[in-house]
């Protein structure tokens, strides 16, 4: 892995200051490569780059068809290298080789995939009917909105650079896009793919840096139209405040603390799975991670002994060992966030049932610091521990005595992004999750995304939607056309209202 530079109107260049910034791999702590370090110039230079290629190249003027075979050569050049891609983003973030090459890349073509088939297919232009007096008829049309940056955060860097790179080229915008410090390499890997796909100059920008200087330059600067941020509730807020100075189309995916509910009458080994999948998933670094585990009184001693259990036998190891279940935390900041968390539970007097450390037989080579054991504490649901998210791999598990109670504890919390529920009786499972105040509920199942549906949270976990029609035309505007049908001034008699001499 080399170096790694800006990408900006079609040109790999260093930053302006000569700055870079050193990124490393967590399994090991071992610098991997210096990236170029973005300050608020380069972020200034990217976005007139995208304003001039959209207000002036031909990208938003291509038909949906065209900009979708674009899309599908992206799809087909990532899929065409994907062991290569896949070692870039476990080495670089620390998640796991077979996470990368089954999740990630292959998830990431997808999405071009299915924003090609929303370009193609999704109308631009629909008729409204018409109204009888004054005679006319209505017409809608769909518009890409110009500019949009895209900030992205360290868990899922090259799907989340694919989530927000094609439904907004898809629809005719041209885009900055930037990466988390801790994991820029597998987002210059997409941008070489744009590059290799024949798509004009700055319709795909890529700077890389501080969230800071750069980030804040794209959620602020007046040529921007939209932006696009997946990352943490508190620097959505901030987002928000500084798209407010120029009223910017703003979607937001931030934080969870989701609630996997288990009933009495779930089948309990596959639950049981679900729930450890649900929250261990990458060590837990997942938005809507079910990382609070509501559990039926009348299973629920059953029920903990198999989570412990099980905890116990997943294998943490090398994140580029195909056997290995968990890898490294992304830096040593999260396992701080992590102790800091599990001492915070034990002062609040929640029960630690497992985990609780880091771990000590890893294999040589390893940064031991950087790895964390499955935790599961036995909690109260106003506990910190269970309201905040930590994004390492800790789990809350609740006891409730009815359906309603679930109900209760499940949406007392400012978050509302993700949630299972787990039941054979699938009436009793849809109505649970009706109730629930979450953007997905997952019933007998968790993590499942697709690029072809919506995604995205209630509360103090969002505005808007990524993916599927419904995100695709979250880089749409709308504009209403109204056309006067009369053949004659009789159908202009509105025009009296002002005055009779007009």
């Given amino acids: 892995m080399g170096d790694a530079q800006l990408f900006i109107d079609g040109v790999w260049a260093d930053a302006q200051s000569g700055e870079t910034f050193p990124t490393y791999a967590p399994s090991t702590g071992e610098k991997i490569a210096d990236v170029a370090k973005a300050g608020r110039e380069d972020a200034q230079r990217a976005v007139q780059a995208a304003r001039k290629a959209f207000d002036d190249g031909p990208w938003p003027r ?65 008729d409204r009917g018409e109204s009888p007096f004054p005679p006319a008829k209505s017409i809608v049309r769909r518009e890409p909105f110009g500019v949009c940056s895209g900030i992205v955060p360290w868990n899922f ?40 796909a024949d798509i004009p100059p700055g319709v795909v920008n890529l700077i890389t840096g501080p969230g800071g200087s750069a980030g804040e330059e794209l959620a602020q600067h007046p040529l921007v139209d939209k932006v696009a941020f997946t990352g943490s509730t508190e620097v959505g807020r901030r987002i928000m405040q500084l798209a407010s100075g120029t009223v910017k189309k703003v979607t937001l995916e931030l934080g969870g603390k989701s609630a996997n509910i288990v009933l009495d009458d779930a089948d309990l080994d596959l639950a049981a799975a679900g729930v450890l999948w649900g929250t261990f998933f990458h060590n837990g670094q997942v938005c809507e991670s079910g990382t609070r585990a509501l559990v039926s009184r009348k299973i629920y001693d059953e029920f903990v002994g198999m989570l ?41 007097g929640a029960k630690l049932l497992c985990g609780g450390s880091k771990p000590t037989n890893l294999p040589a080579g390893l940064d031991q610091s950087a790895y964390y054991l499955p935790t599961i504490f036995e909690a109260d649901n106003s506990m910190k521990i269970a309201q905040e998210e930590i994004f390492g791999p800790v789990l809350c598990v609740i006891p409730f005595d ?47 995304i697709t690029p072809t549906q919506p995604f995205g949270g209630y509360k103090q976990s969002g505005i808007g939607r990524e993916l599927g029609d419904y995100g695709y035309n979250e880089y749409r505007q709308i504009k209403h056309v109204w056309q006067n049908t009369a053949t004659d001034r009789s159908g202009y008699l509105h025009f009296a209202a002002l005055s009779g001499n007009i």
């Fill in 62 to 126: 291509m038909s949906g068809k065209e900009r979708a075979e674009k899309l599908r050569a992206v799809a087909a050049i990532i899929n065409g290298r994907s062991a290569e891609i896949a070692e870039i983003e476990a080495r670089d973030g620390g998640g796991t080789i077979k996470k990368a090459m089954f999740a990630d890349v292959p998830g990431a073509a997808s999405t071009f995939e299915a924003f090609a088939n929303c370009a193609e297919n999704e109308p631009d232009v629909v």
């Fill in 157 to 196: 860097p090259f799907l989340m650079a694919g989530w927000k790179i094609g439904p907004a080229i898809a629809a005719g915008n041209t885009v900055v896009l930037k990466p988390a410090s801790f994991t820029s390499l597998s987002a210059i890997e997409m941008v070489k793919a744009v590059q290799e």
């Fill in 308 to 348: 412990v259990e099980r905890a116990g036998k997943i294998v943490i190891g090398d994140n580029m060992d195909m056997n290995s279940d968990l890898g490294p935390l992304v830096a040593p900041s999260q396992v701080d966030t992590t102790e800091r968390y599990v001492k915070l539970g034990l002062d609040e």
């Fill in 402 to 448: 009815s359906d309603d109670e679930a109900i209760k504890i499940a949406n007392d919390s400012i978050y509302g992004l993700g949630g299972g529920v787990w039941s054979k009786n699938l009436d009793r499972a849809h109505s649970m999750a009706a109730s629930m105040r979450t953007g997905t509920v997952w019933v007998n199942d968790y993590h499942m």
